[in-house]
């Protein structure tokens, strides 16, 4: 018996960015939005301990050791449970690597609700984003799915209303970008200068609760495009090749480089991808619409 879940990747519609907090890391009002761009992760029993295998375009980036993210979900899961962790972990891998869209997370928060399924542990749903929430910050996000604001480090979640669906098109980079790297550059970008407190916009939430892309395309924002930019200056190219292509926004996907585009509807979508496919400032151009589940058996 094995047990398949499929979880989405993110993008970020808001990214405000407060100081660094003591512990290095920095308070967030994070607006994640869940988009159709999915990894799926195939838990299936195991007699001889954890192992990791991954298959995608991306396969060869991603860790096959105990850093993996669903290898240490699968950990800690079993350790609070008190058993082994004799799994393997099948990871089907289409979310963009070290791309600023959570592929990590997703893997993370995929694997623990594969594990639970499997090993039928009965953990509650608040056990379960309580671990997400050790893994990373990102990975409660990852279990949720739909649209929620993430405060603290973005792991205390609370879940928004979506009141339509949103076209967009994601332009992934030649490289990728190491999200405490672009953090660390934020910090050095603002050097000296005040740092306001990170609050949620008004105008992002109103824009998602009525499913209004025109509003939404004017209201995103993600202060860590500066930080991605300078450590990444060609992502400029991209995003301007998608604003001249009829992109309604046109932003850097959380930490980068993964550059994200909304569109108007899923034609205009799909003729933003064909341009940016042809522009030569990206290696892999998809589409993708959001809000869509978070982890799910499938
Ligand atoms: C950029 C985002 O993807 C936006 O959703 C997230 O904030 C990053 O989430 P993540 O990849 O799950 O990040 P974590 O694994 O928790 O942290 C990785 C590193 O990113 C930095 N980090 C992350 C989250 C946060 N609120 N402040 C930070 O400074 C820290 O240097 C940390 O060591
Ligand atoms: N399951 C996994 N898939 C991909 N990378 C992983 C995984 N587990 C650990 N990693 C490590 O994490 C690094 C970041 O990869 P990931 O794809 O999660 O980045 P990201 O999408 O930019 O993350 P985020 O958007 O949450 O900041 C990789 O370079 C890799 O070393």
């Given at each position: 018996?094995?047990?398949t879940?499929?979880v989405?990747a993110?993008v970020?519609?808001?990214?405000?960015?407060?100081?660094?907090?003591p512990?290095?890391?920095h308070?967030?009002?994070n607006v994640f939005?869940a988009?159709?761009?999915?990894?799926?992760?195939?838990?299936?029993p195991?007699?001889?301990?954890?192992?990791?295998?991954?298959?995608?375009?991306?396969?060869?980036?991603?860790?096959?050791?105990?850093?993996?993210?669903?290898?240490?979900?699968?950990?800690?899961?079993a350790?609070?449970y008190?058993r082994?962790?004799?799994?393997?972990?099948?990871?089907?891998?289409?979310i963009?690597?070290?791309?600023?869209?959570?592929?990590?997370?997703?893997?993370?928060a995929g694997?623990?609700?594969?594990?639970?399924?499997?090993?039928?542990?009965?953990?509650?749903?608040?056990?379960?984003?309580?671990?997400?929430?050790?893994?990373?910050s990102?990975?409660?996000?990852s279990?949720?799915?739909?649209?929620?604001?993430?405060?603290g480090?973005?792991?205390?979640l609370?879940e928004l209303?979506?009141?339509?669906?949103?076209h967009?098109v994601?332009?992934?980079?030649?490289?990728?970008?190491?999200?405490?790297a672009?953090?660390r550059?934020?910090d050095?970008?603002?050097?000296?200068?005040?740092?306001?407190?990170?609050?949620?916009?008004q105008?992002?939430?109103?824009?998602l609760?009525k499913?209004?892309?025109?509003?939404?395309?004017?209201?995103?924002?993600?202060?860590?495009q500066?930080?991605a930019?300078s450590?990444?200056?060609?992502?400029?190219?991209?995003?301007?090749?998608?604003?001249?292509?009829?992109?309604?926004?046109?932003?850097v996907?959380?930490?980068?480089?993964?550059?994200?585009f909304?569109?108007?509807d899923?034609?205009?979508?799909?003729?933003i991808?064909?341009?940016l496919?042809?522009?030569?400032?990206?290696?892999?151009?998809?589409?993708?619409v959001g809000a869509v589940?978070?982890?799910?058996?499938v």
């Amino acid at each position: 018996m094995s047990v398949t879940v499929r979880v989405p990747a993110k993008v970020n519609v808001q990214l405000a960015v407060g100081a660094a907090r003591p512990d290095g890391f920095h308070d967030l009002a994070n607006v994640f939005l869940a988009v159709s761009l999915y990894d799926e992760i195939t838990a299936t029993p195991a007699a001889d301990g954890l192992r990791v295998t991954c298959e995608g375009p991306d396969a060869d980036q991603v860790p096959l050791d105990r850093t993996n993210l669903a290898a240490r979900a699968a950990e800690a899961l079993a350790a609070r449970y008190g058993r082994e962790p004799d799994v393997h972990l099948h990871i089907a891998k289409d979310i963009p690597v070290a791309g600023g869209m959570a592929g990590g997370s997703a893997d993370g928060a995929g694997a623990l609700v594969a594990c639970d399924a499997l090993w039928g542990t009965g953990a509650s749903r608040a056990e379960l984003l309580e671990i997400c929430a050790e893994l990373g910050s990102d990975v409660p996000f990852s279990l949720v799915g739909g649209a929620a604001l993430g405060t603290g480090r973005g792991e205390k979640l609370t879940e928004l209303e979506v009141g339509g669906d949103f076209h967009w098109v994601f332009a992934l980079a030649s490289r990728g970008l190491s999200t405490p790297a672009v953090f660390r550059e934020f910090d050095r970008l603002g050097e000296g200068l005040d740092i306001p407190e990170p609050v949620a916009a008004q105008p992002v939430l109103d824009a998602l609760a009525k499913g209004d892309t025109a509003a939404l395309a004017v209201a995103v924002t993600n202060d860590l495009q500066p930080a991605a930019l300078s450590l990444f200056p060609e992502l400029s190219d991209t995003l301007a090749a998608g604003r001249a292509a009829g992109a309604l926004a046109a932003l850097v996907s959380g930490s980068g480089p993964t550059t994200a585009f909304l569109a108007t509807d899923a034609r205009s979508a799909s003729d933003i991808a064909g341009v940016l496919r042809a522009s030569g400032t990206c290696r892999d151009v998809r589409t993708a619409v959001g809000a869509v589940a978070g982890a799910s058996v499938v």
